[in-house]
């Protein structure tokens, strides 16, 4: 795995990162640059190691004008200036793969083939018996983890990022091609470089108070 992070100090990582609206449109990011950074955010963890998600990446006119169709306006700043819109679905059908998945560990031998079979014996038939609902859920899961992970690792690339979640979700799935009884939208993350001619119209948001937040069970 290729790791080209500009960025290695983790407390300006996580703790400078804010949504950008306007990016600077200049900035392309390179199809392997962009194949590096997803690379490294499916190392993100999931439920059961399902890995149940989906990246769509859009960085070319045509790709926009499908988002544009289906996008909310007030995320038109994004969606025209970033360098691409990475749109980043929910796979409720993963476990279909799970088993294969776990074939490859044990002949990578990662796992014994007694600890293979523990575990399609353990999770598999919970996903195969499972309602839609709580498949859906439970990939939602997962790629939240993922989107999370990207943008840290964008900052880390030297990008900014922005999540979105306005948009028409149906309309999306089928404009992507996508089967809407498989993939479900989980949200979509604009990333770029910000461009400094809108730096004081960038809004850095204040946090709850910690004791609003926070509790310990004792």
Known sequence: MKQDFVNNDFADILLNRHSIRHFDPKVNIDRQTMTDMISATITAPSACNLQAWKF?????????????QCF?????????????MVVIFADALAFHSYRDLWDQAYQAGRIT???????????????????????????QRDASLAAMQLMLIARAYGYDSNPIAGYDGKQLTQLLDLDPERYT????????????????EEVKSIRYALEDVLSFVD
């Open 56 to 68: 769509i990446v859009v960085d070319t006119e045509a790709g926009k004008d499908k988002l544009r």
């Open 72 to 84: 909310m306006k007030f995320n038109s700043p994004q969606l025209e200036t970033c360098a691409a």
């Open 113 to 139: 083939a007694e600890k293979r079979d523990e575990v399609l014996a353990t999770f598999l038939p919970l996903y195969e018996r499972a309602p839609k609902e709580m498949l859906i859920v439970d990939a």
């Open 185 to 200: 939208p989980c949200m979509a993350l604009a990333i770029g470089k910000a461009d400094p001619d809108h730096a004081e």
